[in-house]
């Protein structure tokens, strides 16, 4: 089955920390690169981060450089999504979905097609 469950959301103050964790169906995790997204109501969802399924290797946006931090573990078949330094602009629903990137040069990341239900974070000022 080709599931997503993300998790971990919550209202935090700016400044503060969250971990995000998403559970995917061992058919993704074992065969996708599993990145996170986030949107804002009236927002194209915009990628945030992922993590390659076979070397681990991971992109970030320019944005979550040096705060978010995104881990496998792979008996769990979850990814993680630790966030810091939270601010008020990182306010949106967070999910995660199997990507590819963008290009070969990891430009970005395009998400398969398959979602979770999303998690929110809120950030207060």
């Known amino acids: 089955e080709v599931q997503l469950v993300e998790s971990g959301g919550g209202l935090v103050q700016a400044g503060g920390s969250l971990r995000l964790s998403c559970a995917a169906s061992r058919f993704i995790f074992d065969r996708y690169a599993i990145g996170w997204f986030r949107q804002v109501p009236g927002s194209e969802r915009e990628g945030v981060a992922s993590?390659?399924?076979?070397?681990?290797?991971?992109w970030y946006a320019s944005s979550a450089k040096g705060r978010f931090t995104i881990s496998r573990d792979n008996a769990k078949n979850t990814v993680y999504l630790q966030m810091n330094s939270l601010q008020p602009e990182d306010t949106a629903v967070y999910y995660c979905?199997?990507?590819?990137?963008?290009?070969?040069?990891?430009?970005?990341?395009?998400?398969?097609?398959?979602w979770g239900q999303g998690t929110q974070v809120t950030v207060s000022s």
């Open positions: 993590i390659n399924y076979n070397d681990g290797i991971t």
């Open positions: 979905a199997g990507v590819v990137p963008t290009d070969s040069r990891w430009s970005g990341i395009l998400p398969m097609g398959y």
